[in-house]
């Protein structure tokens, strides 16, 4: 079962302005952790933003903000005042400890394309 | 800098041929992982490793062996190489002894298989 859903294959946003990435995910354990990776044209992988279950607070990282909606199962992912160089691919991951593998499954992305 | 290092960066080989992809990591994690990229499909995991006599499959391991030779290098094999293993190889590493098991990941391996 898909356990990570991205549902905007791709997105464009003008410099300077705000956009929301939608995550949404799926686990019957109380305790996980969800995470944002940035991959840009070059093919890294960069770990931008985490957030445990059981944070009472949003998390925020630099111009990264995690909307999470626990009640919903969302992590939606804003970036702030949008740059050139935040046009990449971005995944919402999330680890739990389902059959204790505690394994990290991904979403399959979001591109974002930043215009001038 | 601590850092995950993967080799090679980019390799073309023939269908039956017998690729290894190694990994280093300086962080001090004691955790890796080999992922593979498919276009439209994100990351999937093919094998995992907790410490260094701890090896476990992932979601897509048929095809692939791995090696943990020390806490730092993790190798992945691929026995005989497919063309539906064109891929991009990551390997990644985490710490267990922090707050979010976060995973940092190397630079990618680009593999094509003719």
């Known amino acids: 079962a898909q356990k990570i859903t991205q549902t905007q294959p791709g997105m464009f946003v003008q410099e300077k302005e705000a956009v929301t990435l939608d995550c949404t995910y799926d686990?019957?354990?109380?305790?996980?952790?969800l995470f944002w990776y940035k991959q840009p044209s070059s093919g890294e992988m960069i770990f931008l933003i985490y957030?445990?279950?059981?944070?009472?607070q949003n998390a925020t990282e630099g111009r990264y903000s995690l909307n999470f909606q626990k009640a919903r199962k969302s992590a939606n992912l804003v970036i702030s005042a949008s740059q050139l160089g935040d046009s990449a691919m971005y995944f919402c991951?999330?680890?739990?400890?389902?059959?204790?593998?505690?394994?990290?499954?991904f979403g399959a992305g979001t591109t974002v394309t930043v215009r001038a | 800098d601590a850092d995950v290092t993967q080799t090679p960066r980019n390799r073309i080989t023939k269908t039956g041929k017998r690729i290894m992809l190694e990994c280093s990591q300086t962080?001090?994690?004691?955790?890796m992982y080999w992922y593979r990229q498919d276009p439209g499909l994100g990351l999937r995991l093919i094998y995992y490793?907790?410490?260094?006599?701890?090896?476990n499959k992932g979601e897509i391991s048929d095809g692939y062996s791995v090696s943990r030779q020390a806490q730092a290098k993790f190798s992945l094999s691929l026995e005989s190489a497919i063309p539906n293993q064109t891929a991009l190889y990551f390997c990644?590493?985490?710490?267990?002894?922090?707050?979010?098991?976060?995973?940092?990941f190397g630079p990618g391996t680009r593999l094509t298989v003719l």
């Open positions: 991951a999330m680890r739990d400890a389902g059959g204790n593998d505690y394994k990290l499954s």
């Open positions: 990644a590493t985490s710490f267990s002894g922090g707050s979010t098991d976060t995973q940092y």
């Open positions: 686990t019957s354990d109380p305790s996980y952790g």
């Open positions: 962080k001090g994690h004691d955790r």
């Open positions: 490793s907790f410490d260094v006599k701890d090896i």
């Open positions: 957030q445990g279950s059981y944070d009472q």
